[in-house]
């Protein structure tokens, strides 16, 4: 029995969701992490040995990824469904895309959606009539009591110390989640910056049900992701990553030499159109699935400092379970008696 | 009895430090915090009713301010030298005035120092041979890792949610702090979004001995913010705040039409005197003192959205610890059973 929210909603054993990566996040990770008493959930491009703009192509790959999942757990898993801005005809991002790509999730029956960038009352009723739990990612405490008011079951709190993060409102995991916790009532997730025991245990005590765990996941040999970008997490430390933009591409990446040229072209007045020919020519497919760590982004958390070793995800999830009695012990120590 | 490091160190009943702000925080709040429990911090040009540029006048000043908190408290009390760049002759920065200043703070017998804004190793050891002592403000695990190096006695860490912040790595508190744990042996206090018991329990939890206030502290009777600064804490929601800056004058800052004009000038390619011009005449004495929240700068942190009245110091203390019992029951109730 278990008196966390979250987990009822769920129905899962510990309240820890890793976080969807777009590439990296496929079938084996998703059913890993299920399997060990988390959510696992699939990223938007799981699957992914090459780019297409084929809006069909995308959508059956990301079936073969949920009947996949399927088959490795009988556990509840998460798919991710980028809701995307209406009009925007990219790969990553497109409503056609998810039109697509929700329609197959139900076809599948997924049972539980994560929507996020864009506005939540496109697919929630839809997903919810169906059965679906809804959870929705925000970045700020309106965006939060938006949501709750169009259904969804629970939010995911992002903070702007997470990777691959799109809010400008900068809104760190520390303030958007007691401020999140005052507006909504239902279940929240803290998202940014967790990575052990004890970013759990803070994210609870700031008034979070659960965790969502992105960075950590990159480093587990379920992940997608090439070696290289495993191995550049684990020897990230201290300031290793940087947003890159406020207005076309946010997102919080690892340092690396597209960082910086990308911030250099920005700082020198290059145009929005060699911007974007730089940002095409030196894309997340490139970084996280080709292995290319100095020329391809690849998104990525300030946690990625923490990261030390590549292990299973079913040890990241032990690691957190297990570390929260004694970092609780160490908290309750550093309470002032009065 | 305590088991708190922070506490044993200081000789504080409560490991809550009311972080330095500059103008606004003088003798009558340092006493008030001091007398509560926890340690008062005056600021580098508390006390005063105008701007110079005299360095003597600014030092005989800070006397002042140290002998009425004297008078006022019998407790141990913070000045904060911000240490400043070589060089640099403004009167808020410059090496020159903190020379002055550290040295009236020496001949005053100041207990406890904390040194910002500048390299830990030039007033550390003249500050510990006089007995002082020294806390420094750092803003990732390598600086905090230096400055134990140097002999400081415990570092702040401050995340990118704190107000008048000056750090270009962005590090929020989620992460600096348990990166700084993993980096030091001595105490870390916990700076950036916290305002209320669940952030005093969240940085706890992250390897924070103890939390340094500012932002809840403005909003206090005893504070030296203009009326209008206090009530415009108080209005504050959701994301209300903004970093203005990377280069010039980095700080976070409550949002206004200053911030919006200063980052639009920015946008469109103004000069450095342009920009510099713009900020010397738009000032932080203008906000912070001179109560013009609209055209002067009023440096403030993410939390100010968790402020929600004006109350004395003693009661912002008094709340923080009151509510750690239910707060950390809260958090045991999150904490899923095995």
């Not at 959510?39 to 996949?68: S, Y």
């Not at 684990?234 to 030499?257: E, F, Y």
């Amino acid at each position: 029995m278990t008196t966390n929210r979250l987990c009822n909603l769920i129905g899962i054993k510990y309240p820890i969701i890793q976080a969807p990566m777009n590439w990296i996040t496929g079938a084996d990770l998703a059913a890993a992490v299920s399997n060990a008493g988390g959510l696992g959930t699939i990223g938007p491009n799981a699957g992914a040995d090459t780019v297409t703009t084929d809006v069909d192509e995308t959508a059956e790959r990301l079936r073969r990824q949920i009947r996949k999942v399927k088959g490795l757990t009988d556990k509840p898993f998460a798919v991710n469904f980028p809701i995307g801005i209406e009009g925007v005809e990219q790969s990553e991002g497109g409503r056609k895309f998810s039109e697509k790509c929700v329609r197959v999730g139900l076809e599948e029956g997924v049972p539980i959606a994560i929507t996020s960038v864009g506005p939540p009352q496109v697919y929630t009723r839809l997903l919810k009539d169906a059965g679906v739990t809804v959870l929705h990612a925000v970045s700020t405490a309106n965006q939060a009591r938006k949501a709750e008011e169009i259904g969804v079951d629970a939010v995911v709190c992002e903070g702007y110390e997470g990777g691959g993060h799109k809010a400008t409102t900068e809104m760190a995991t520390m303030t958007l989640i007691p401020l999140a916790a005052n507006a909504v009532r239902i279940p929240i997730i803290a998202a940014g910056g967790i990575a052990d025991a004890r970013g759990m245990l803070a994210a609870l005590a700031l008034g979070a049900d659960g965790v969502y765990v992105g960075t950590r996941f990159i480093a587990t040999h379920e992940c997608d992701a090439h070696p290289n970008v495993k191995n550049a997490v684990v020897q990230a430390s201290d300031v290793c990553t940087i947003s890159v933009d406020k207005w076309m591409v946010a997102g919080r990446d690892l340092k690396s030499p597209f960082t910086d040229k990308y911030l250099e072209l920005k700082k020198t007045g290059a145009s929005m159109a060699e911007l974007w020919d730089f940002i095409s020519t030196h894309t997340m497919y490139m970084g996280l699935v080709q292995g290319d760590t100095d020329w391809g982004e690849v998104p990525c958390g300030q946690s990625a400092a923490m990261v030390g070793q590549i292990v299973s995800a079913a040890r990241v999830i032990e690691e957190l379970i297990n570390e929260l009695p004694s970092a609780l012990e160490q908290l309750r120590n550093r309470i002032p008696a009065d």
